[in-house]
């Protein structure tokens, strides 16, 4: 399975930016980038996926290299509510598309 | 649309007992999976189904195992629990494999 490296914890100023950092470097042509982050005492949440180009929803958007060994999820403005651990996940098909949960990145959003 | 329910949301049981847990997906989606989450070895991916059919399995061992009834709602079954085996179990349903999954709250199982 292709794996990720995420930073252990990040730190963020309410109404800030936060840009979460995701090292993809033995992805294949056919794996999806996926994002889920887990809010304290929550299962997973769906936030963003994406497979070459960058892409924009409503809660965030995800910068794909051009090489695509690394991603970043930006949240444009974090709020108290965006604290929680964030997962960068490689899905395809030959895994059945399982997600493969990492240790992810802790972030602390603080007023 | 209601979200992905489980029940029940606690359990506790005694180390050779079996249990069953239940997951109703969202409605229309056909893809249900399982995954356990412990303190020590995060989230883990147990088991998909599909149509009623296994259509992928994690590394646990055989004590683990499920089912999807007809109407997308599954179950999923430890028999002869271990301590080890405390832990949340999450279920998340997606309209089809590879998409989107949504998470239910979970269960939270204690073996004593």
């Known amino acids: 399975d292709a794996k990720t490296t995420q930073p252990n914890s990040m730190e963020s100023n309410e109404e800030e930016p936060v840009h979460l950092p995701c090292n993809h470097s033995t992805i294949s042509g056919t794996d999806y980038i996926h994002w889920y982050r887990q809010l304290p005492s929550q299962g997973p949440e769906y936030v963003i996926h994406?497979?070459?180009s960058n892409v924009n929803n409503r809660m965030a958007s995800l910068a794909i290299a051009e090489d695509r060994k690394s991603s970043t999820l930006i949240l444009h403005r974090a709020t108290l509510r965006d604290a929680a651990v964030y997962y960068c996940?490689?899905?395809?098909?030959?895994?059945?598309?399982?997600?493969?949960f990492g240790k992810g990145t802790s972030l602390l959003v603080t007023p | 649309k209601a979200g992905v329910t489980q029940t029940p949301r606690y359990l506790i049981k005694t180390r050779g007992q079996q249990v069953t847990l239940s997951c109703s997906p969202i409605?229309?989606?056909?893809?249900v999976s399982w995954y356990q989450q412990t303190p020590g070895q995060g989230l883990q991916f147990l088991f998909e189904?599909?149509?009623?059919?296994?259509?992928n399995k994690g590394n646990f061992p055989g004590r683990f195992s499920g089912r999807q009834f007809s109407n997308s709602r599954s179950e999923m079954n430890v028999s002869t629990l271990e301590l080890g085996d405390s832990a949340l179990y999450l279920c998340?349903?997606?309209?089809?494999?590879?998409?989107?999954?949504?998470f239910g709250p979970g269960t939270r199982l204690t073996v004593t």
């Open positions: 409605s229309g989606h056909r893809s």
């Open positions: 189904y599909f149509s009623e059919t296994q259509r």
């Open positions: 998340a349903s997606s309209f089809l494999a590879g998409h989107e999954q949504y």
């Open positions: 996940i490689l899905r395809d098909f030959d895994s059945g598309y399982a997600l493969n």
């Open positions: 994406g497979l070459t």
